[in-house]
């Protein structure tokens, strides 16, 4: 039986980040994903292929209401260990490489598409299960995603981001 959700720590690091605001979530992750993965693969300043790894984060924001997503959605890969210190130059000007701060989260793993709809229903399941809490954020949120977008029952996860 696996846990309901966990709580887990990432270090301190370099990510390539892309942020779009398309119509539909996505639109703008898949868009997102595409430009990222040309600079993966060779759209880079050391002109090679830098490896992948996982998980591809996408971190997302309610309106106010806290009834549907903000257009901006924010694509995130974490650069590999060996271009931590130096990390390859984006050829596209859309991708920053950013350093983002230690992370605490608290995480549940769901199976499927990632679409508003689902996100904001897995979002909504987790709050039932948490019940009331001021630990973690309320507005921004970050769906982890380990495979492929094309496996149809991909792993994915939402993470719940904990206050500091």
Same mark, same amino acid.
């Given at each position: 039986?696996?846990?309901?959700?966990?709580?887990?720590?990432?270090?301190?690091?370099?990510?390539?980040?892309?942020?779009?605001?398309?119509?539909?979530?996505?639109?703008?992750?898949?868009?997102?994903?595409?430009?990222?993965?040309?600079?993966?693969?060779?759209?880079?300043?050391?002109?090679?292929?830098?490896?992948?790894?996982?998980?591809?984060?996408?971190?997302?924001?309610? %309106?106010? =209401?806290? !009834?549907? +997503?903000?257009?901006?959605? *924010?694509?995130?890969?974490? /650069?590999?260990?060996?271009?931590?210190?130096?990390?390859?130059?984006?050829?596209?000007?859309?991708?920053?490489?950013?350093?983002?701060?230690?992370?605490?989260?608290?995480?549940?793993?769901?199976?499927?598409? %990632?679409? =508003?709809? !689902?996100? +904001?229903?897995?979002?909504? *399941?987790?709050?039932?299960? /948490?019940?009331?809490?001021?630990?973690?954020?309320?507005?921004?949120?970050?769906?982890?995603?380990?495979?492929?977008?094309?496996?149809?029952?991909?792993?994915?996860?939402?993470?719940?981001?904990?206050?500091?």
């Amino acid at each position: 039986e696996e846990a309901a959700y966990e709580e887990r720590r990432y270090p301190a690091g370099k990510w390539a980040c892309i942020t779009k605001g398309e119509p539909m979530y996505e639109q703008s992750i898949s868009m997102s994903f595409m430009k990222l993965m040309r600079y993966i693969c060779k759209e880079n300043s050391v002109g090679c292929y830098l490896g992948m790894t996982i998980p591809v984060i996408n971190e997302i924001h309610l %309106t106010k =209401e806290g !009834t549907e +997503l903000e257009r901006e959605v *924010l694509t995130a890969y974490y /650069l590999p260990g060996e271009f931590q210190q130096n990390p390859p130059v984006p050829m596209d000007p859309e991708i920053n490489i950013t350093e983002r701060a230690p992370l605490r989260v608290i995480t549940r793993v769901f199976y499927g598409m %990632t679409t =508003e709809e !689902t996100i +904001l229903r897995e979002i909504s *399941l987790f709050w039932e299960l /948490l019940g009331s809490t001021d630990a973690v954020l309320r507005e921004t949120y970050i769906v982890a995603t380990y495979e492929n977008p094309s496996i149809p029952q991909r792993r994915n996860e939402i993470w719940f981001i904990c206050r500091a």
